[in-house]
């Protein structure tokens, strides 16, 4: 099946990259403390379900596919990065609220989880994982597609636990900034957290 040396050796650089902030992180962060746990938890939901699709797409041994519209992706993250400052400048000249008060207006269930998905669709370092990580640790003497199989599982339940970690603790520490007196606070932390990591995948360009 897979190599066990190999496989540990994997886990542990898979869950050192997910916990480096990025745009996921950003994200999953905002929302969570400026809408709660569940709208944090349905951002992981978004996320993680177009990485599962970069996954799949990639498993299926489309890595060619990637490189031919390797042009297109570098639209996608250019796009992904304003969104992402876009996102971070509304959050820092909103108004400050109580949260869960009458002027607390949360995106929708299905706007929360295409956010997520957009995000995610647009962040390379899906892509640029399953190429330049994926193949050292692979064992040549086995089955590819098991191989492949393993690992992509295993990043994406290792991803999604790990963002849904960060939901669930900046859902607790929500309260702590819930008052209107914090709020302007809450909207920096959250708007400073997307425009700076906006800024800093668009100029993460490959040399």
Sequence with gaps: ?????????????????????GPIVTITV??????????GLRTV??????????????GLGM???FLLLAQWFEWLRWFGAAYLV?????????????????NTKAWSKKGIFWQGFLISITNPKTILFYAAFFPQFLDPAR??????LILSVTFLVIATSLDSCYAILCGRLR???????????RNRITGGLMIGTGLALAFARKS
């Design 30 to 39: 905002a929302n969570s403390l400026a809408y709660g746990t569940r709208h």
């Design 45 to 58: 939901v978004g996320t993680s379900s177009a990485t599962a699709l970069m996954l799949t797409v990639g």
């Design 143 to 148: 089955d590819p597609g098991q191989q492949l």
């Design 1 to 21: 099946m897979i190599d066990t040396d190999l496989y540990i050796t994997f886990v542990l650089a898979t869950t050192l990259l997910i916990l480096m902030p």
């Design 175 to 185: 309260p702590y900034l819930a008052d209107a007196k914090r709020g302007r606070l």
């Design 63 to 65: 890595t060619s596919a």
């Design 86 to 102: 876009f996102l971070g400048l509304q959050q820092w000249r909103a108004r400050p609220v109580v949260l869960g008060g009458e």
